[in-house]
């Protein structure tokens, strides 16, 4: 056997093993999830109603508990903005044009000054 099989077995064999693992964590999170569900997802399930029977609409007459959810909702739009524009920034450099390397490269490349490797 020759050097070239033994270094495709290899690799095959290190894909499949690392495959393999990827899989069983999959499924070890699919088990975990189906054990210990979201809080909010249990709620949910717990809050259904028998048919026929409906909420009760309650009003807030109280000024400052709406003014304190407004406060709340401006508070997330801020950080949510905050978040925003730390992450636009990602894609500029790809549109902005080649660097001076790329121009000086190119233009030894013309003249035939470029080493080769």
């Known amino acids: 056997m020759n050097d070239l099989m033994s270094g495709l077995q290899v690799s095959v064999l290190g894909l499949l093993i690392t495959f393999l693992a990827l899989g069983v964590f999959i499924l070890i999170m699919i088990v975990l999830q189906r054990l210990f569900p979201n809080k909010a ?23 400052s508990l709406t003014a304190e959810g407004e406060v709340v909702a401006a508070i997330a739009a801020a950080i949510a903005v905050a978040r925003g524009r730390s992450r636009s920034s990602l894609g500029n450099s790809l549109q902005e044009s080649k660097g001076s390397w790329w121009s000086v490269r190119k233009m030894e490349a013309r003249l035939g000054k470029v080493e080769k490797r």
């Open 41 to 63: 997802e249990a709620a949910e399930a717990v809050e259904i109603l028998p048919q026929g029977e409906l909420l009760e609409v309650v009003e807030i007459e109280d000024e």
